[in-house]
């Protein structure tokens, strides 16, 4: 009995988990960002309930990586900047907490280049060694994790060629993000983005396309397709 109950709260447990993640990719998707702040808000609590949770701190850290999403989306940079660097300190404990799991290690990396875009030469400077070595361990402990590659990817699209970034490496971390998981709209996406900036619309116009087909509620993705040329 005592184990069937076990059972039943580790499932309930897991729901909730679940669920939460899901409400807070909805809130980004919709750019909802008075949402996100919430969000964030019930996530420091349970940081402050839990401050030994490796996960507390990954979903905290992760509200507040979709809430730089938005703000940039919205073209707030300052926010954005400001959003990213709140997250970068949960991020790490959650590594610190749990060094093997490689989405923790992807999610500080993220959270690392996510700084950048509001101030490209400093921010690569302070932050551009956090954002390759975090994504470089992610990719080590779990070379399948295709959201390692999208976030790869999107270093390199901001990162100049001269540097070891470019157009052309960025699509092929986002076409390798595709080939592992088809169904992963944040890939199509940014492959859209960076195909309008190579000059190459009627391709971009195709992945935007194709973002939409999988996640019909991002916003971002159906205002790029809407700001592509269509020829």
């Not at 399948?144 to 052309?168: E, H, I, Q, T, W």
């Not at 169904?183 to 195709?206: F, I, P, S």
Request: proline share 4%.
């Amino acid at each position: 009995m005592r184990i069937g109950s076990f059972l039943v709260m580790a499932t309930l447990a897991a729901s909730a988990w679940a669920t939460g993640n899901s409400d807070l990719k909805a809130a980004r998707d919709r750019q909802d960002l008075a949402a996100l702040d919430h969000d964030i808000a019930e996530r420091q609590n349970a940081v402050k309930a839990n401050p030994q949770s490796a996960d507390a701190e990954y979903e905290l850290a992760l509200a507040q990586s979709y809430a730089a999403e938005v703000a940039m989306e919205l073209r707030d940079k300052r926010k954005s900047e400001a959003y990213a660097e709140a997250g970068m300190e949960p991020a790490q404990k959650a590594t610190e907490l749990n060094g093997n799991n490689a989405e923790y290690h992807r999610l500080h990396g993220a959270l690392c280049g996510q700084v950048i875009p509001a101030n490209p030469l400093m921010g690569t400077l302070k932050y551009g060694p956090c954002a390759k070595d975090e994504i470089d361990k992610a990719i080590a402990l779990d070379n399948k994790l295709a959201l390692a590659y999208v976030s790869r990817g999107v270093g390199n699209f901001y990162l100049p060629a001269s540097m070891g970034g470019g157009l052309d490496i960025a699509l092929k971390d986002f076409d390798t993000a595709i080939s592992l998981n088809p169904k992963l709209d944040e890939a199509y996406l940014w492959k859209g983005v960076t195909l309008r900036k190579a000059n190459h619309d009627a391709e971009a116009r195709q992945a935007f396309e194709m973002a939409l087909k999988l996640n019909p509620n991002r916003a971002w993705a159906r205002q790029q397709l809407d700001k592509t040329p269509a020829k």
